[in-house]
């Protein structure tokens, strides 16, 4: 660095950028003007109210998605060979094409002022009030994060102890009733069998099911999910209160006390001290849904880029050309 000015520059912008990482202050909702003569909110609520009604599953694909970002910028939504799309964990996650509509019909009405961050957050919103929750205001502004690594993510295994799934939240600043609520994303959706096998078949290395779910739904599973057949792509609820399987509510709590926990670190959540006391006061209690939203807000704004930082991909599917 040569020249002091020039130096000194880049130290403010630095200390500028360090400043706005991670807590980037995001206003609610887009501002009047900002897309032209549309409304960028109601453009994205037409998309997924229209797959919504062909596919009612989207609440829980896109509910995942929000979930699987290593951060709220989009990055996942990158194609390539390394990228976050080709983590183990990832195989599953569905709704890519929702965003691409969306983003389309975007781009359309206002070129280049939608982040792919703001609609993962958004389509996920609007899914999660079709799907029987509250609707909720978002912080909106985020820009779109331009790398993309799958040896960046890391997310809890389904075999995770309760303690491990604390310590992957609290290294995102979420709280353990805010885990608690956040896994209440588990209401709605399937798991498929080979991630339940051990769960089923060989617990905690034992050789043997888990010892502490209900016999009815033990059986059930191992029929659905047998120990050697090629079951590994048989889908399973993850809320085994059917009626509700598809609804944003609070029947996921039940469950859990009535030992019918699908995942392991499910049924874990119920017994651990840490968390069952949370478990059970949302199971009686009648707020779940205004909590979650909380918890999905809050988790919306981790490591967002605001500011001159990343872009407003034109695709989300890979970074602008210069
Ligand atoms: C410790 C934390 C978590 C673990 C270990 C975990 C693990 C899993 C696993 C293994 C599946 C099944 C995947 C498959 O077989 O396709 C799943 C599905 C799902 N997860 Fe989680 N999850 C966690 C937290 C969350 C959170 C915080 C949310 C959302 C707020 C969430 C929402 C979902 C949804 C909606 C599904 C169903 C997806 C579908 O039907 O396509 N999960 N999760
Ligand atoms: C799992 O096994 C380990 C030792 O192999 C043991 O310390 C731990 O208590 C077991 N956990 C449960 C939930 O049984
Ligand atoms: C596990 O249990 C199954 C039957 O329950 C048995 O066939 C198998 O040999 C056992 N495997 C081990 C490694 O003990
Ligand atoms: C599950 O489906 C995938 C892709 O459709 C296939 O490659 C795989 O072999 C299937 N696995 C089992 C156990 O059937
Ligand atoms: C949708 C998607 O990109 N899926 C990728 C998930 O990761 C596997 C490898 O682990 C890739 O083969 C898939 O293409």
Do not use: W
Not at 1 to 23: A, E, Y
Not at 187 to 216: E, Q, R
Not at 223 to 248: E, F, M, W
């Amino acid at each position: 660095m040569k020249s002091p000015v020039l130096g000194s520059i880049v130290l403010t912008l630095l200390v500028l950028h360090i400043s706005t990482t991670c807590h980037g202050a995001l206003p609610t909702g887009f501002q009047k003007g900002k897309c032209g003569q549309n409304d960028a909110e109601a453009i994205i609520r037409g998309v997924v109210a229209a797959r919504f009604r062909r596919d009612p599953t989207i609440v829980a694909a896109l509910l995942r998605m929000q979930f699987h970002q290593n951060r709220c910028d989009a990055s996942i939504l990158l194609d390539g060979p390394s990228g976050e799309k080709t983590a183990p964990p990832n195989l599953s996650v569905r709704g890519y094409d929702i965003i691409d509509e969306a983003k389309a019909a975007l781009e359309k009405a206002c070129p280049g002022v939608v982040s792919c961050a703001d609609i993962i957050v958004a389509v996920t919103r609007d899914a999660v009030a079709l799907g029987g929750g509250l609707r909720y205001e978002l912080p909106l502004g985020r820009r779109d994060g331009k790398a993309s690594l799958a040896s960046n993510v890391n997310l809890p295994a389904p075999s995770a102890t309760v303690a491990q799934a604390l310590s992957a939240f609290k290294g995102k600043g979420l709280t353990a009733a805010e885990m608690v609520l956040l896994l209440g994303g588990h209401t709605v959706g399937v798991t498929h069998c080979a991630l339940i096998m051990n769960h089923l078949h060989n617990f905690n290395g034992t050789n043997k099911s888990d010892p502490t779910m209900n016999p009815a739904l033990l059986a059930t599973l191992k029929c659905r999910c047998p120990r050697n057949g090629a079951s590994g792509n048989n889908t399973i609820n993850l809320d085994q209160n059917l009626p509700s399987a598809n609804k944003v509510d609070n029947s996921y709590y039940n469950q859990l006390i009535l030992n019918k926990g699908i995942l392991e670190i499910d049924q874990k959540l119920a017994l651990d001290p840490a968390t069952k006391n949370l478990v059970s006061a949302q199971a009686t209690g009648s707020n779940f849904p205004a909590l979650f939203n909380n918890a999905i807000i809050k988790m919306s704004t981790i490591q967002v880029l605001t500011g001159m930082q990343g872009e407003i991909k034109k695709s989300c599917r890979s970074i602008n050309k210069l």
